[in-house]
């Protein structure tokens, strides 16, 4: 068989592999908005106000905040596979366990609880992709995993109003812990071989020591790569959560043409994640990649900020952006895969995703301030600005990973 073909061909437990850590991470994102996603039926159905569900999910984030790290060492200690399956039978407990109470305690105990699952997520992922996919084929196991949490957070909303109408909000919980549990109970069954780190990743690594404890992990590109996790999360954040509101209440567009932008640039996005894949599958140069989208991507939120374009051609301009902004993460993906030493991707991936659980403590904060005072045109800006710092330090990055720094 030629390398060619060989490159293209996946292997049967690479196949396997993939399928099940896809599956968890499409649990990850749909746990993620199970609660938003019910945030409009969840005041009748406790008798608590919005700030009250808004600390419930503050409590989600804080948690997975903390216990990421950790989590990630654990992972690599007891075994990634070991970890996601307990980490999925967690979160379905906590999500079946709110459809039995309407106690508003025992919402903010279950969303810790669901915190805590999902700071298993990233570390236990990762690491089982790192160790049992080949590297030519990284690239595009690293995006088919992101666009399977994608869809995830995509359906949800759907499925779990749907459920809502037919049997209640209990109901929405319940299916949505038991989807968890569907899929532990198949990784449980037919285990992945994780595989062996490749020769050329035991000997050397930019920019992390050896493996040993957070001390020798937490380095500068480490800690760089953790702000580019902070700073891609802040876009989105942004984008995916205000710039609806930004939409209509200060540029005259309707709720309709609205949505419609918001939902081309999510829906590209898992688009430009599977091509970004194959590109990180053809450049060693990561960091140029991800850096070109988000100038593009910039570029294209930019005109959104300043000019006023029609509606047909804002929704056109949103989803090309969302389809450049989703290359980005294969490309991302693999900065942090080169900076992880053999047998410590679960601790590296567990640092550098806390850089999402920072953004979401912080991120609607700000945004919050920037529509309570008016400033509509600054929720795009503010993203504009947060992808120019990111493209900066992908290339710092990058010169980082040639020097061998």
């Known amino acids: 068989m030629t390398a060619v073909a060989s490159a293209r061909k996946w292997e049967r437990h690479e196949a396997t592999l993939l399928g099940q850590v896809a599956a968890a991470h499409f649990v990850s994102h749909f746990h993620i908005m199970t609660l938003p996603a019910l945030i409009p039926l969840l005041p009748g159905h406790l008798g608590v106000s919005f700030i009250e569900l808004g600390f419930a999910i503050t409590a989600f984030n804080l948690v997975s905040l903390l216990v990421q790290t950790p989590l990630g060492f654990l992972t690599d200690r007891l075994g990634a596979p070991r970890m996601l399956v307990a980490g999925l039978m967690l979160g379905g407990a906590s999500f079946v366990a709110l459809a039995f109470t309407k106690s508003y305690v025992f919402l903010i105990l279950s969303m810790m609880s669901a915190g805590l699952a999902n700071g298993v997520y990233h570390p236990a992922d990762y690491a089982m992709l790192s160790r049992g996919i080949r590297g030519e084929k990284m690239g595009r196991a690293f995006s088919f995993h992101t666009f399977a949490g994608f869809i995830g957070g995509a359906v949800a909303p759907a499925i779990l109003l749907t459920a809502a109408a037919f049997g209640g909000v209990p109901l929405a919980f319940a299916m949505s812990g038991g989807l968890a549990f569907v899929v532990a109970g198949l990784l449980a069954l037919s285990p992945a071989e994780e595989g062996q780190p490749s020769p050329a990743r035991t000997t050397k690594t930019a920019g992390v020591a050896p493996v040993g404890g957070l001390r020798g992990l937490v380095t500068p590109t480490v800690l760089s790569l953790m702000l580019l996790f902070v700073l891609l999360n802040l876009c989105t954040g942004g984008i995916q959560n205000f710039s609806v509101s930004a939409l209509t209440a200060g540029f005259g567009i309707g709720l309709p043409m609205a949505s419609a932008a918001l939902t081309g640039f999510l829906l590209a996005s898992s688009l430009g994640v599977?091509?970004?894949?194959?590109?990180?599958?053809?450049?060693?140069?990561?960091?140029?990649?991800?850096?070109?989208?988000?100038?593009?991507?910039?570029?294209?939120?930019?005109?959104?900020?300043?000019?006023?374009?029609?509606?047909?051609?804002?929704?056109?301009?949103?989803?090309a952006a969302g389809f450049l902004f989703g290359i980005i993460a294969p490309s991302r993906d693999m900065l942090v895969r080169a900076a992880s030493p053999a047998g410590a991707e679960g601790r590296v991936f567990g640092i550098v995703s806390t850089g999402f659980n920072f953004a979401g403590l912080l991120g609607p904060m700000f945004y919050a301030w920037l529509l309570d005072h008016g400033f509509y045109r600054g929720i795009f800006l503010a993203a504009v600005g947060f992808m120019l710092v990111t493209m900066l330090i992908t290339f710092y990055q990058e010169y980082r990973v040639r020097s061998g720094k």
């Not at 599977?274 to 910039?298: E, F, N, P, Q």
């Open 274 to 319: 599977l091509a970004g894949g194959i590109l990180a599958d053809r450049t060693r140069r990561h960091g140029i990649v991800a850096s070109l989208a988000l100038l593009m991507s910039a570029v294209l939120v930019s005109l959104v900020a300043l000019v006023n374009l029609p509606q047909v051609v804002l929704v056109g301009v949103m989803t």
